[in-house]
């Protein structure tokens, strides 16, 4: 009897430990698929201010404030980290899934939408200009680009701002503007190419030429604006990130709705493009334009 007693005890010892194991394991994977995902975040190092690296758990600058206030409300289903490289990489990352989210001053292209996700909802309002010398006063929009037999500086043909000359010249034959088409080229010598005549002029952002003067200091000015462009992120594609795309979407309408994006416009670009005449500037397909 004792011994029965006794094979019982052990009996019962094993099973209460086996229930308290796996109720353990239950609870810790519970616990894990509640945990917020991770998701990496890459951007362009050389686009200051649109994203200043803190850490990998904080990024400054427009996007990087951005991006706060949409975790702030995604917390519980999402942990943001973040890493910035040069600009050819963070597609080369991003198609090979190393990264989930690209933020920059990215406008919409049709290439790059066959191979990644790209936000429906727009990040920013960038006005393009064109960028000439400084004491060039005959060009001020494609039209007297085009009079004056100005020099386009080359874009590549992946690139959206190809495709606002070449609607330009469609709708204006009278006055085309000859463009060639290029790979990559530093700021640093797009400047430099029109500041040393090679080139008579370059469509740019006009934040974009506003940080970047501050380091170049190179004798140009802007144009009046040719066209708004709104930009968009772009994702790694997977079912996890297509489910990603549609909550920062729904994030980044109510920050423009709320007037948060005008806010972090003005504290970082000293602008606000968020007006009422780009009220309308929905489609994050389409360049709208400024000037005719």
């Known amino acids: 009897m004792i011994k029965k007693s006794k094979i019982f ?6 099973v209460t430990a086996a229930v308290a194991f796996f109720s353990r394991q239950n609870t810790e994977t519970v616990a894990a698929a509640d945990a917020p995902r991770t998701v990496q975040v890459v951007g362009p190092s050389a686009s200051q201010p649109y994203q200043i690296l803190k850490s990998k ?29 040069d600009a050819n990489s963070v597609f080369v990352g991003l198609q090979s ?22 936000s429906h909802q727009a990040s920013f309002l960038s006005d393009l200009r064109l960028v000439v010398r400084e ?9 007297s680009l085009s009079k004056s037999n100005g020099k386009l500086e080359p874009i590549d043909v992946a690139d959206p701002r190809y495709d606002i000359i ?36 370059i469509l740019y952002p006009r934040t974009n030429f506003d940080t970047a003067q501050k380091k170049l200091h190179e004798p140009l000015k802007l144009s009046k604006s040719i066209a708004t462009f709104p930009t968009v992120y772009y994702y790694h594609k997977s079912s996890d990130n297509a489910e990603l795309r549609r909550d920062v979407d729904k994030e980044l309408s109510k920050l423009r709705k709320n007037g948060t994006l005008s806010k972090l416009s003005k504290k ?25």
């Not at 190393?98 to 920059?104: E, F, P, Q, R, T």
């Open 268 to 292: 970082w670009f000293g602008s606000n493009p968020y007006t009422k005449a780009s009220q309308s500037y929905t489609d994050v397909t389409k360049s709208y334009a400024s000037s005719k």
């Open 97 to 118: 899934g190393k990264y989930d989210l690209a933020v920059g001053n990215y406008y919409y292209s049709k290439e790059r939408a066959k191979t990644y996700y790209y």
């Open 135 to 143: 004491k060039d006063n005959k060009i001020n929009d494609l039209k």
């Open 9 to 14: 005890l052990a009996t019962l010892v094993g």
């Open 57 to 85: 758990d904080k990024l400054s600058g427009y996007n990087g404030d951005v991006l706060k206030y949409v975790q702030k409300d995604l917390k519980d289903k999402y942990k943001f980290q973040y890493q910035l490289t």
């Open 166 to 201: 070449k609607n330009w010249n469609k709708k204006n034959p009278k006055y085309k503007v000859n463009v060639k088409t290029s790979g990559f080229v530093d700021t640093a010598d797009q400047f430099k190419d029109i500041a040393n005549k090679q080139y008579d002029a």
